[in-house]
């Protein structure tokens, strides 16, 4: 799941803001998925995000954890249902790709 490649043609839409622990939005904490047609790639600049990724949105478990690391990245693919959890002293940002032509 981390390594899915976003489509070379596709460009970043837009990026948030960095969220820390005091920042981040509880949505991002919670059970979401990603919007049709759009990645997401999580980046981490400071400590630890640890992500969950569910098979759909009746999941309890989750099928996939991720831990992603201060310089690293990971990839969550279109309308796929999952969630974050921080250290805390995490610093990271989201970037949304999509197929602009589209």
Request: a neutral charge; aromatic letters at 12%.
């Amino acid at each position: 799941m981390s390594h899915k490649r976003i489509p070379a043609n596709w460009t970043i839409q837009r990026s948030t803001a960095f969220f820390t622990k005091e920042n981040v939005p509880s949505a991002l904490l919670k059970h979401h998925n990603t919007a049709r047609g759009v990645f997401g790639q999580l980046c981490v600049m400071e400590g630890t995000v640890t992500y969950f990724g569910f098979a759909n949105e009746q999941a309890m478990e989750h099928e996939v954890k991720v831990v992603i690391n201060a310089g690293q990245f990971a990839t969550s693919p279109p309308q796929y249902w999952h969630r974050i959890e921080l250290s805390d002293n995490a610093q990271f940002n989201i970037n949304f790709w999509s197929d602009k032509s589209q």
